[in-house]
């Protein structure tokens, strides 16, 4: 189990290692040149010296490296040379919002999932045959397009819920949840619907095991043995789709947050890929690094904990 | 071809055909591939299906609905949507397949070289491919989108990249599982060079699991492409691709969702045409070209009325109720269902049980004498039924019971101890909560009371240390702790009848006597009726009073233990007996064995079912079906002929 969790924290040093590189790699063959781009058109070439010399942009680019990751490790990603914001402070204030999103997408996702899988893991073919469906549809619908329909239908026609724009959990609790009631859904259906398919997929072949019979003969109701035989030995496939859509979840706040103006990582994402804010990119693809090794390491805990022979060992 | 590769075990021919036959017959996966087809081909056949080009602009007609003129309608300059999705449809196609070539073309070699190499390499690819699951591939992509404006070729191949890791996983497998069969290590023995190894063998195998992965990986790629030119990342304007087509019908939403919907439908169309595709191939070409186990079959429930013509025929012995009798089984007939219909494993079972006494059900492996332990338990597993006659326990009508009173049955009238220990506890819970469970479930103990209680009945299943044993959980266990922890559990809820199916079959010899005296010293005190399931005379002897012999789902014969083994009416009986290892004395004589074996469940004849290994049948026993009957009072058979009653049959009955 320890040996585990130090394996998944040992990758996360060359994860981070790869993306930061691959910023900076790219930054360097990049054609163009920042401080050129920063002055505009009115730049003398000895004002670009100037500021390229300001911005440390003159030095080799294994030595800029090399300051950004000794930076990195105090918490300190850096300046944008875009819009002149400190990194971590513009990631921080926009970090609520990405998390509340996709923290609530993981839940919907997982209840409505876990749900849908039960009543057709046990409900006969009939019902396994919509999962199925549910499951194909889920996954070949994108997300920012069903955001967008959304969006037309209750929000454009019915008026039920701001088509766009986010309120801060702290500034109206109702107000909050109505600004993500529309993204959520958009976000959490194809995670729900691949969820629904791995507990259908996990109960039945649970059910069908040996020691769910021996559970009947010590007379034990069928409702008893699904939820606390059945579903705890399902929980392993199940845990495991659930942090892969955590994970898929942060990708999907690239779009759906376009979709519906939120002020999160993705959008910011967004915004500093179309300004060549590379700095600004690179803190956020070290913010998503983290929160996929966070979410690893949250389900090696829960395999520890579901599993007794990982928790032994 | 030389004499060293002619000597070479073929892997089985290439099924290649087989295999797209069987594809085409999937109607869904056929028509999948014909709409991609049709898609496809009409945009890079844009330029001759539509007119006037996809930047045609006419503001007259600014977002019209769908017409005549305009299949699909216009957008806000009076553009063709149908036009500008064919047009855009060979950006975004061709640019998912780009994707999906890179993923297929990076993750082959990897998984190939990985899978069957092993060792070393096998652990960098796979860290590397761990690493690469990890990273958030749509914020590297608009780094790279951002680094190279303007060069989505460039964007298009790192995606590919990005897309390998879950390919190269799925092409590992098969790599590492073809290497350990046999055909492989004989091409390496008749010295085939490794590289036609891999060749022929290896990429044939992983073909299978690469096209699903392909058809997945191009269905994703397209999501990612669409996003990007969603986000503003792909085709400059006015050049069309659908993705840029659905942010222009997302400026509109407001006056009309068909820019919205036409560019979504298309979409969505082409990815669930290959996710489709990816099923279609998954279903046919992973089984047949990797074995992968094939999927589960289809099962129908039993028509009761096929069977309700055995019941209503007239019992064959009408059980004697005792005035003790606990259990009476009357005309059972168990059934499975199977794809062609329900398949009889038992037919016609009558017997009863009194209260304490102890029966043992002996036969070989498929007469039905477990499928008729486990419907007097109401265990059969899924698709087996109890299609006929009764089942009476106590007051308890058996085969009718559902939900409460089922529960109330299963828990405080009969015990169930399963042949396989281990697999019967939960591996996820410790033994002692489990117990606990099934000790606080009827009697409304408190848990200190429950938990003093199973501490008490594991000392009564003689485990050392029992506080310790409760401990654990079922993987820390041996296989005769496990079956004594089994025995506690039948006992904790403290039932009249305890049936147990080959309850030592899967324990070590010297465990299995410890564990039949248990079970024998716990019935007596415990006053317990006891069902024992067994092919083991030695295990019946230690445990039974009384022997029921089955025979392709018939009662054959049934009596008082001493008198079966010592004078066997049926034939099958006294084989039976004649193959225990114990009778045999000379070492220098073959075995005895039965000859032929046990005809299946739906093949059985009309008469006699043991007819054809009997060296006694005549064409009377073929000819109908043989009624039981009774030698004496205690002792009955079904057989016309049977042995000692009718004739001496010396050479059987000496070894006997």
Same mark, same amino acid.
């Given at each position: 189990?320890?040996?585990?969790?130090?394996?998944?924290?040992?990758l996360?040093?060359?994860?981070?290692?790869?993306?930061?590189t691959?910023?900076?790699?790219?930054?360097?063959?990049?054609?163009?040149?920042?401080?050129?781009?920063?002055?505009?058109?009115?730049?003398?070439?000895?004002?670009?010296?100037?500021?390229?010399?300001?911005?440390?942009?003159?030095?080799?680019?294994?030595?800029?490296?090399?300051?950004?990751?000794?930076? *990195?490790?105090?918490?300190d990603?850096?300046?944008?040379?875009?819009?002149?914001?400190?990194?971590?402070?513009?990631?921080?204030t !926009?970090?609520?919002?990405?998390?509340?999103?996709?923290?609530?997408?993981?839940?919907?996702?997982?209840?409505?999932?876990?749900?849908?899988?039960?009543?057709?893991?046990?409900?006969?073919?009939?019902?396994?045959?919509?999962?199925?469906?549910?499951?194909?549809?889920?996954?070949?619908?994108?997300?920012f397009?069903?955001?967008?329909?959304?969006?037309?239908?209750?929000?454009?026609?019915?008026?039920?819920f701001?088509?766009?724009?986010?309120?801060?959990?702290?500034?109206?609790?109702?107000?909050?949840?109505?600004?993500?009631?529309?993204?959520?859904?958009?976000?959490?259906?194809?995670?729900?619907?691949?969820?629904?398919?791995?507990?259908?997929?996990?109960?039945?072949?649970?059910?069908g095991?040996?020691?769910?019979?021996?559970?009947?003969?010590?007379?034990?109701?069928?409702?008893?043995?699904?939820?606390?035989?059945?579903?705890?030995?399902?929980?392993?496939?199940?845990? =495991?789709?659930?942090?892969?859509?955590?994970?898929?979840?942060?990708?999907?706040?690239?779009?759906?947050?376009?979709v519906?103006?939120?002020?999160?990582?993705?959008?910011?994402?967004?915004?500093?890929?179309?300004?060549?804010?590379?700095?600004?990119?690179?803190?956020?693809?070290?913010?998503?690094?983290?929160?996929?090794?966070? *979410?690893?390491?949250?389900v090696?805990?829960?395999?520890?904990?579901?599993?007794?022979?990982?928790r032994v060992? | 071809?030389n004499?060293?590769?002619?000597?070479?075990?073929?892997?089985?021919?290439?099924?290649?055909?087989?295999?797209?036959?069987?594809?085409?017959?999937?109607?869904?996966?056929?028509?999948?591939?014909?709409?991609? +087809?049709?898609?496809?081909?009409?945009?890079?056949?844009?330029?001759?299906?539509?007119?006037?080009?996809?930047?045609?602009?006419?503001?007259?007609?600014?977002?019209?609905?769908?017409?005549?003129?305009?299949?699909?309608?216009?957008?806000?300059?009076?553009?063709?949507?149908?036009?500008?999705?064919?047009y855009?449809?060979?950006?975004?196609?061709?640019?998912a397949?780009?994707?999906?070539?890179?993923?297929?073309?990076?993750?082959?070699?990897?998984?190939?070289?990985?899978?069957?190499?092993?060792?070393?390499?096998?652990?960098?690819?796979?860290?590397?491919?761990d690493?690469?699951?990890?990273?958030?591939?749509?914020?590297?992509?608009?780094?790279?989108?951002?680094?190279?404006?303007?060069?989505?070729?460039?964007?298009?191949?790192?995606?590919?990249?990005?897309?390998?890791?879950?390919?190269? @996983?799925n092409?590992?497998?098969?790599?590492?599982?073809?290497?350990?069969?046999?055909?492989?290590?004989?091409?390496?023995?008749a010295?085939?060079?490794?590289? @036609?190894?891999?060749?022929?063998?290896?990429?044939? !195998?992983?073909?299978?699991?690469?096209?699903?992965?392909?058809?997945?990986?191009?269905?994703?790629?397209?999501?990612f492409?669409?996003?990007?030119?969603?986000?503003?990342?792909?085709?400059?304007?006015?050049?069309?691709?659908?993705?840029?087509?659905?942010?222009?019908?997302?400026?509109?939403?407001?006056?009309?969702?068909?820019?919205?919907?036409?560019?979504?439908?298309?979409?969505?169309?082409?990815?669930?045409?290959?996710?489709?595709?990816?099923?279609?191939?998954?279903?046919v070409?992973?089984?047949?070209?990797?074995? *992968?186990?094939?999927?589960?079959? !289809?099962?129908?429930?039993?028509?009761?009325?096929?069977?309700?013509?055995?019941?209503?025929?007239? +019992?064959?012995a009408?059980?004697?109720?005792?005035?003790?009798?606990?259990?009476?089984?009357?005309?059972?007939?168990?059934?499975?269902?199977?794809?062609?219909?329900?398949?009889?494993?038992?037919?016609?079972?009558?017997?009863?049980?009194?209260?304490?006494?102890?029966?043992?059900?002996?036969?070989?492996?498929?007469?039905?004498?477990?499928?008729?332990?486990?419907?007097?338990? !109401?265990?059969?597993?899924h698709?087996?039924?109890?299609?006929?006659?009764?089942?009476?326990?106590?007051?308890?009508?058996?085969?009718?019971?559902?939900?409460?009173?089922?529960?109330?049955?299963?828990?405080?009238?009969?015990?169930y101890?399963?042949?396989?220990?281990?697999? +019967?506890?939960?591996?996820t819970? @410790?033994v002692?909560?489990?117990?606990? @469970?099934?000790?606080?479930?009827?009697?409304?103990?408190?848990?200190?009371?429950?938990?003093?209680?199973v501490?008490?009945?594991?000392?009564?299943?003689?485990?050392?240390?029992?506080?310790g044993?409760?401990?654990?959980?079922?993987?820390?266990?041996?296989?005769?702790?496990?079956?004594?922890?089994?025995?506690?559990?039948?006992?904790?809820?403290r039932?009249?009848?305890?049936?147990?199916?080959?309850?030592?079959?899967?324990?070590?010899?010297?465990?299995?006597?410890?564990?039949?005296?248990?079970?024998?010293?716990?019935q007596?005190?415990?006053?317990?009726?006891?069902?024992?399931?067994?092919?083991?005379?030695?295990?019946?002897?230690?445990?039974?009073?009384?022997?029921?012999?089955?025979?392709?789902?018939?009662?054959?014969?049934?009596?008082?233990?001493?008198?079966?083994?010592?004078?066997?009416?049926?034939?099958?009986?006294?084989?039976?007996?004649?193959?225990?290892?114990?009778?045999?004395?000379?070492?220098?004589?073959?075995?005895? =064995?039965?000859?032929?074996?046990?005809?299946?469940?739906?093949?059985?004849?009309?008469?006699?079912?043991?007819a054809?290994?009997?060296?006694?049948?005549?064409?009377?026993?073929?000819?109908?079906?043989?009624?039981?009957?009774?030698?004496?009072?205690?002792?009955?058979?079904?057989?016309?002929?049977?042995l000692?009653?009718?004739?001496?049959?010396?050479?059987?009955?000496?070894?006997?």
């Amino acid at each position: 189990m320890i040996r585990l969790i130090v394996r998944r924290l040992l990758l996360a040093v060359p994860l981070l290692l790869i993306v930061s590189t691959l910023t900076f790699v790219l930054t360097a063959v990049a054609p163009g040149d920042p401080a050129a781009t920063i002055l505009g058109s009115s730049a003398t070439p000895e004002s670009i010296a100037a500021l390229n010399a300001k911005l440390g942009l003159d030095d080799p680019i294994v030595v800029q490296y090399w300051h950004w990751l000794e930076n *990195a490790v105090t918490g300190d990603l850096g300046t944008s040379v875009v819009t002149s914001q400190s990194v971590g402070q513009a990631i921080g204030t !926009r970090l609520p919002t990405t998390l509340s999103l996709v923290l609530l997408g993981t839940l919907v996702a997982a209840v409505v999932g876990i749900g849908l899988g039960m009543v057709s893991a046990l409900g006969g073919r009939r019902l396994g045959r919509v999962t199925d469906i549910l499951a194909v549809v889920g996954y070949v619908i994108p997300n920012f397009w069903l955001g967008l329909m959304l969006v037309y239908f209750l929000s454009v026609r019915l008026g039920w819920f701001p088509a766009t724009g986010y309120v801060g959990l702290g500034d109206s609790p109702g107000g909050w949840l109505r600004s993500l009631v529309l993204p959520v859904i958009a976000l959490a259906v194809m995670g729900a619907t691949a969820v629904a398919k791995q507990t259908r997929d996990a109960m039945r072949e649970v059910m069908g095991r040996e020691f769910i019979t021996a559970l009947r003969a010590d007379g034990f109701s069928e409702r008893q043995i699904v939820f606390r035989h059945g579903l705890r030995n399902a929980a392993i496939p199940i845990v =495991t789709v659930t942090g892969v859509l955590f994970i898929g979840m942060f990708g999907g706040t690239v779009l759906v947050e376009s979709v519906f103006v939120l002020p999160g990582l993705g959008g910011l994402a967004v915004s500093s890929a179309q300004t060549g804010d590379l700095t600004m990119l690179q803190g956020v693809a070290v913010v998503f690094c983290l929160a996929v090794v966070a *979410a690893n390491l949250a389900v090696d805990l829960a395999y520890g904990w579901l599993n007794p022979k990982v928790r032994v060992q | 071809m030389n004499d060293a590769t002619a000597a070479v075990p073929v892997p089985p021919p290439n099924p290649l055909q087989t295999v797209l036959r069987q594809y085409l017959r999937n109607g869904l996966a056929t028509g999948s591939l014909i709409l991609l +087809a049709v898609i496809a081909a009409a945009c890079v056949l844009a330029p001759l299906l539509t007119s006037g080009g996809p930047n045609q602009v006419d503001l007259g007609h600014s977002l019209a609905g769908p017409s005549a003129q305009h299949l699909l309608g216009t957008d806000q300059l009076g553009r063709d949507l149908l036009t500008r999705l064919l047009y855009g449809g060979r950006t975004t196609l061709l640019n998912a397949f780009v994707v999906s070539f890179v993923a297929v073309a990076v993750s082959v070699p990897l998984g190939v070289v990985a899978g069957y190499a092993g060792g070393w390499v096998d652990r960098v690819v796979m860290t590397v491919t761990d690493v690469g699951l990890s990273l958030p591939a749509m914020v590297v992509m608009l780094v790279v989108v951002s680094t190279f404006s303007g060069n989505l070729g460039l964007a298009m191949i790192a995606l590919g990249f990005l897309l390998a890791p879950p390919i190269v @996983r799925n092409v590992r497998g098969p790599a590492l599982a073809v290497k350990g069969e046999l055909f492989v290590d004989a091409a390496v023995v008749a010295g085939l060079p490794s590289r @036609r190894i891999i060749f022929r063998h290896v990429l044939l !195998r992983v073909l299978g699991p690469v096209l699903v992965q392909g058809a997945l990986a191009t269905a994703i790629a397209l999501q990612f492409t669409v996003g990007l030119s969603f986000l503003g990342f792909g085709a400059k304007p006015p050049n069309p691709d659908w993705g840029s087509m659905i942010a222009e019908g997302s400026q509109v939403l407001n006056k009309s969702p068909w820019p919205l919907v036409s560019g979504g439908v298309a979409l969505g169309l082409v990815s669930l045409a290959l996710v489709l595709i990816g099923d279609g191939v998954r279903d046919v070409a992973v089984e047949a070209w990797s074995g *992968a186990p094939t999927r589960r079959r !289809r099962s129908r429930k039993p028509s009761p009325g096929v069977l309700a013509g055995r019941a209503q025929r007239p +019992a064959d012995a009408e059980p004697t109720p005792a005035e003790e009798t606990l259990l009476t089984l009357h005309n059972v007939s168990v059934a499975y269902s199977a794809s062609d219909g329900p398949r009889c494993v038992a037919s016609d079972v009558s017997f009863s049980i009194a209260a304490g006494e102890s029966v043992a059900i002996v036969g070989e492996s498929g007469c039905g004498k477990s499928s008729i332990a486990r419907a007097i338990a !109401r265990l059969l597993p899924h698709g087996g039924e109890i299609v006929a006659g009764s089942v009476r326990f106590d007051d308890y009508d058996v085969a009718t019971l559902e939900g409460r009173p089922l529960y109330d049955y299963r828990r405080n009238a009969v015990s169930y101890i399963a042949q396989d220990p281990m697999t +019967a506890l939960d591996p996820t819970l @410790r033994v002692g909560v489990l117990l606990r @469970r099934i000790v606080q479930a009827g009697d409304g103990l408190s848990r200190k009371q429950a938990e003093a209680r199973v501490l008490e009945l594991l000392e009564q299943v003689q485990l050392p240390d029992p506080a310790g044993v409760a401990k654990r959980f079922p993987h820390e266990l041996s296989g005769g702790m496990a079956q004594r922890i089994g025995i506690a559990r039948a006992i904790a809820t403290r039932p009249r009848l305890l049936i147990a199916d080959e309850p030592t079959t899967a324990l070590d010899v010297t465990v299995q006597s410890e564990i039949l005296s248990l079970l024998r010293s716990l019935q007596k005190d415990l006053g317990m009726a006891l069902l024992l399931v067994s092919h083991d005379w030695g295990v019946v002897a230690q445990v039974c009073d009384r022997a029921l012999v089955m025979y392709a789902g018939e009662l054959v014969e049934h009596g008082k233990l001493n008198r079966i083994t010592h004078e066997p009416a049926h034939p099958y009986t006294s084989a039976l007996l004649a193959c225990r290892p114990a009778t045999i004395v000379d070492d220098d004589l073959p075995l005895p =064995t039965i000859r032929g074996s046990v005809s299946a469940p739906g093949e059985w004849p009309t008469g006699c079912r043991f007819a054809s290994r009997c060296d006694f049948s005549t064409d009377q026993c073929r000819s109908a079906a043989v009624p039981l009957t009774e030698v004496d009072g205690e002792h009955s058979v079904r057989c016309l002929n049977p042995l000692r009653i009718g004739r001496e049959h010396e050479e059987v009955s000496e070894r006997v």
